[in-house]
């Protein structure tokens, strides 16, 4: 059974604080991505990675970056935690080029609160 | 570029009744659709898509979809609603081949599903 897994399902961090969110899937996947989910705006794309090492912003990449040194594992960062930054932040893998379908398998979600 | 708007956050159904969950979409080139499901706190499973096979679409859950081209529509129906089927569902809409795999989400409807 496919499977995407993320650190924490709650966090709770103080504004400034650096940030780390982890996500591991055991597909082989080569694509993975980093989204943040709030209420009314649907899911929105933060940053994608097609390989080991390589990075592509999303739609809102603007205080954060990510880090991708294995295949598996897709790692967001906040580099200094603001109060606009609390959201649910979703992980997700697809297989590269798989155009038939375009599928991408989804983690539980850590939802964040910085105060 | 690619939109999604889903008319209406919130719906309420009674037991029995029909769910219909409105998806209209923008697209440059030929789409491949999709539905998603968040139960509370989980993350999202894919419910169906569309990849320019059949234009009616079965799913899990006894849910299904019709791609309708000239109303650039993807509605999403299920004849009788369960309890269980209380969720927030996104529709989603693939980027081209030239953007990867990504995908273009909606802002969510949430379902409310009256005894």
């Known amino acids: 059974d496919v499977k995407v897994t993320q650190s924490s399902r709650y966090l709770v961090k103080r504004t400034g604080e650096k940030v780390f969110l982890e996500c591991v899937q055991d597909m082989d996947h080569e694509n993975m991505f980093w989204y943040r989910q709030d209420p009314g705006l649907g899911l929105r794309l933060i940053y994608f990675?097609?390989?080991?090492?390589?990075?592509e912003k999303g739609d809102i990449p603007e205080g954060y970056s990510v880090s991708r040194e294995k295949k598996e594992r897709f790692s967001l960062i906040l580099e200094s935690a603001s109060t606009n930054q609390t959201s649910m932040y979703l992980c997700?893998?697809?297989?590269?080029?798989?155009?038939?379908?375009?599928?991408?398998?989804f983690g539980p979600g850590t939802r964040l609160t910085v105060t | 570029a690619q939109s999604v708007t889903q008319l209406g956050s919130h719906v309420s159904v009674s037991e029995g009744a029909l769910v219909l969950l409105r998806c209209n979409y923008s697209?440059?080139?030929?789409?491949?659709l999709f539905w998603y499901v968040q139960y509370p706190n989980q993350g999202l499973q894919l419910l169906l898509k569309?990849?320019?096979?059949?234009?009616l679409v079965k799913g899990i859950n006894g849910f299904e979809a019709e791609f309708k081209k000239s109303e650039t529509s993807f509605h999403l129906t299920k004849p009788s609603a369960h309890m269980s089927d209380a969720a927030e569902y996104f529709c989603a809409v693939s980027r081209g081949k030239a953007a990867g795999n990504k995908l273009t989400f909606g802002g969510g409807t949430r379902v409310l599903v009256k005894p």
């Open positions: 697209s440059s080139v030929p789409p491949y």
């Open positions: 997700a893998s697809s297989r590269f080029r798989d155009y038939s379908t375009y599928e991408q398998y």
């Open positions: 990675s097609y390989d080991v090492k390589m990075k």
């Open positions: 569309y990849t320019s096979a059949a234009t």
